[in-house]
């Protein structure tokens, strides 16, 4: 499992348009194979701060995520929204173990 954290700072008068773009792309994240999760969250006392929580499988799922349509539209949509560049950390499982996700 690699599972990704990424943190966005969003220009505080584009919030509404970063969300609804966001929201498309992670809809369009989960039907793909590979990807067991791929929440967006944002920050309770700054709403112009959001974390990606994406989860996949494994590398080639990862790779094939960044090559999809949805994920190109989503970059292009959003990268002149954000306040500064995102930044990201990786995780690999510890619990629950991989067969249960």
């Known amino acids: 499992m690699i599972i990704l954290h990424v943190h966005v700072h969003v220009k505080a008068e584009l919030i509404g348009s970063f969300k609804q ?6 809809s369009n994240s989960v039907r793909e194979p590979g990807v067991v999760r791929f929440d967006v969250i944002e920050q309770t006392d700054d709403p112009s701060r959001f974390m990606l929580l994406e989860v996949y499988r494994d590398a080639a799922a990862q790779a094939a995520h960044k090559e999809t349509a949805h994920y190109h539209n ?6 002149d929204m954000l306040a500064e560049p995102r930044t990201r950390q990786t995780y690999t499982n510890v619990c629950p173990p991989d067969q249960d996700w």
């Open 21 to 26: 773009a966001t929201i498309e792309n992670a």
């Open 74 to 79: 989503w970059l292009a949509k959003v990268t």
